[in-house]
Nanobody, 119 residues
């Protein structure tokens, strides 16, 4: 069984910062990459940031220069530091875990955490 649990969302004023955390707990699941995605009302889900077990990172355009993703492989956690937040960053942020169970490539999602940027 694989569990993906997010924390750290909330309300923040424009220009403020938030840090999101995600922890994956699993048996027989070889974790390869973890990432954050977001979905605003009426919009499609989009990549925020992704990091592999080797530390390779990829950022979506809205995150570049403002957000930083990091991970602790020993703890199966990934953090997303978000700075200079704007109202356009308001969305549900979801954590995704990619890996293998046996020979099968699988991925799992957390339930999401709301981030609201508003004065």
């Amino acid at each position: 069984q694989v569990r993906v649990v997010e924390s750290g969302g909330g309300l923040v004023q424009p220009g403020g910062s938030l840090r999101l955390s995600c922890t994956v707990s699993a048996s027989r699941f070889r974790l390869y990459a973890m990432g954050w995605y977001r979905q605003a009302p009426g919009e499609e889900r989009e990549l925020v940031a992704r990091i592999t077990i080797d530390g390779d990172t990829r950022y979506g355009d809205p995150a570049k220069g403002r957000f930083t993703i990091s991970r602790d492989n020993a703890k199966n956690t990934v953090d997303l530091q978000m700075n200079s937040l704007e109202p356009e960053d308001t969305a549900v942020y979801s954590c995704n875990a990619e890996g293998n169970i046996g020979d099968a490539m699988v991925d799992y999602w957390g339930q999401g955490t709301q981030v609201t940027v508003s004065s």
